[in-house]
């Protein structure tokens, strides 16, 4: 039965069909996980009176919950890789949703760090990731606009629930609220299992190079006792007597005769964990070597300093345009327009990058739209009014909203689909150390020059210098596909000859030819006396 889901989900169409399933289960995702986030601020004040907590000690609970959905994306990647996304999401979304039960019946704030800080960014950080991640294998040419859609969920369901949850608070207290959210966030598990699992073309032609199974059971990532016969390397002589040299072992398991193992002592029970042990290193190995890829490394480290600019406008915003005299109503309603346009960013950059003119630009286009972010941050300390502040939140918006859809895109188009759950998974890792350190740095910053003129520029010189790393990657990048084209061009054109070298290729044929007629004479004299006597 799992090989027959297995071919069935291989064998799936692309750009259509069940991908747009997909794409609406990615959708609700990011709705439970990056909407619900976000809506834990609504609590900060319910907390505060409860617990009687300082502001400090209450935003930790918002702060864990963010650190940790992107510091375990790798676990959410490794447990994809190792099984499959529809048992990462629903594991995840069951961990979810228990953290906010728990929650609801906390009676200490330190409880809450563990119950929603943890338990629940645990369990938001196996559904992230493995959702993304399954975008890709189902989309080809509509890839931008299919993952524009999914990473809306985020901006329309903070929209919709923020709202919601205060009305559920007024109806119900956070108490209440949380058993609601708890509930909501388990539909997790619903959308998990309608993630149908489908093989990238890459991975179909890397299987026949050796992690195949006679039984049918083959599954992406799948560690079992037989992969262990693939994961150990066989000795020198058999090696040496089997392949020529200088070539590496790579064929299908299944054509390999190989001898009988010795007899084990004892039980085998320990040979085989020790097996598994090596074969699961030795494939997580296989997994990640995108990581010494130069252009990953770059744009690892310009990931670092995208999140550490991003997440400051989000922040500080609404009390810059209070102290330079904004009402609370359209300050408020600066962060509602931030949030509605990032969903227009979202679809229409995505529908964008995909028109045929625009998509071998995809990296360009996302360095552009990171910039754009940046430039607007270094602007708004000249903007001292809510009209002026009004086009700054449009733009930051927009630009926010498109390159957040581009994100798994350019990964993917670095690393390749078969990579993309392992890579995203440290797309976001690298984003947790920034989102917990950059908000107090932001706040130290006003404490001590007394303005947010500090604070913003931190925020827009950051998110150019990361532009910038990015845009030295992709110049590097065509530079390396242009050195083998020109050697390649190179390599055909015949190499001009001189006049000498042609005058002795021409004695050369004379003296051949001269040879050839010696014998030819030589052979008829012999025929002719032959004859004669």
Excluded at 158 to 184: D, H, K, M
């Amino acid at each position: 039965m799992v090989a027959g889901k297995q071919q069935r989900g291989s064998e799936a169409p692309l750009d259509g069909g069940w991908g747009w399933v997909i794409v609406g289960c990615c959708f609700m995702v990011t709705v439970c996980t990056r909407a619900v986030t976000r809506c834990v601020s609504i609590f900060f004040v319910e907390f505060q009176a409860h617990f009687g907590a300082d502001y400090a000690a209450t935003a930790w609970v918002h702060s864990l919950v963010d650190c940790t959905t992107m510091l375990c994306a790798p676990v959410g990647s490794l447990i994809g890789n190792r099984w499959s996304c529809r048992v990462a999401v629903m594991l995840g979304g069951l961990l979810s949703s228990c953290g906010l039960l728990l929650s609801s019946f906390s009676s200490r704030l330190e409880f809450l760090y563990l119950s929603m800080g943890v338990l629940t960014g645990v369990g938001f950080a196996l559904c992230y990731t493995p959702a993304i991640a399954v975008v890709g294998c189902y989309f080809r040419q509509r890839k931008a606009l299919a993952y524009g859609i999914a990473m809306s969920g985020s901006g329309i369901g903070t929209f919709v629930l923020a709202p919601v949850v205060q009305l559920l608070i007024e109806l119900y207290s956070w108490r209440g609220a949380l058993l609601v959210l708890s509930a909501f966030v388990a539909n997790l598990c619903v959308c998990g299992a309608l993630l149908r699992p489908i093989k990238p073309q890459e991975d179909e032609e890397q299987a026949e190079g050796g992690e195949k199974e006679s039984a049918g059971e083959e599954r992406l990532g799948n560690v079992s006792s037989r992969d262990t016969e693939v994961a150990v390397k066989p000795s020198k002589e058999s090696e040496d007597s089997l392949l020529p040299s200088g070539k590496s072992l790579s064929f299908p398991m299944e054509r390999v005769s190989s001898p009988p193992p010795p007899p084990l002592s004892g039980s085998p029970a320990p040979q085989l964990q020790r097996r598994w042990f090596f074969s699961s290193c030795f494939l997580s190995s296989k997994e990640y070597h995108f990581l010494l890829l130069p252009d990953f490394l770059g744009m690892a480290v310009s990931f670092l300093f995208l999140a550490t600019g991003c997440s400051l406008p989000f922040i500080y915003l609404v009390p810059y345009a209070l102290s330079v005299g904004v009402c609370h109503q359209h300050a408020a309603f600066l962060m509602s327009i931030l949030g509605v346009i990032s969903i227009v960013g979202n679809i229409t950059f995505g529908w964008l990058t995909d028109r045929r003119c625009l998509k071998p630009y995809r990296l360009a286009c996302y360095v552009f739209s990171v910039a754009m972010e940046g430039l607007c941050c270094l602007f708004v300390p000249l903007l001292q009014s809510f009209p002026l502040l009004l086009p700054f939140a449009i733009l930051y918006g927009y630009f926010d909203g498109a390159y957040v859809a581009l994100i798994p895109v350019v990964t993917s188009d670095l690393v390749g689909p078969q990579y993309l759950s392992s890579a995203l998974g440290v797309v976001y890792f690298l984003h947790a150390i920034p989102y917990l350190v950059s908000p107090p740095i932001g706040g130290w910053l006003v404490d001590v020059t007394g303005s947010y003129m500090a604070t913003f520029s931190l925020s827009g010189a950051a998110m150019v210098l990361s532009s910038i790393i990015l845009s030295i990657v992709g110049w590097i990048r065509r530079c390396q596909r242009r050195v083998p084209a020109i050697a390649e061009n190179t390599k055909h054109q015949p190499l001009p000859t001189l006049a000498s070298d042609q005058s002795d290729h021409l004695m050369a044929v004379n003296i051949v030819a001269s040879k050839e007629t010696t014998n030819l004479i030589h052979g008829q004299q012999r025929r002719l006396e032959a004859v004669t006597s």
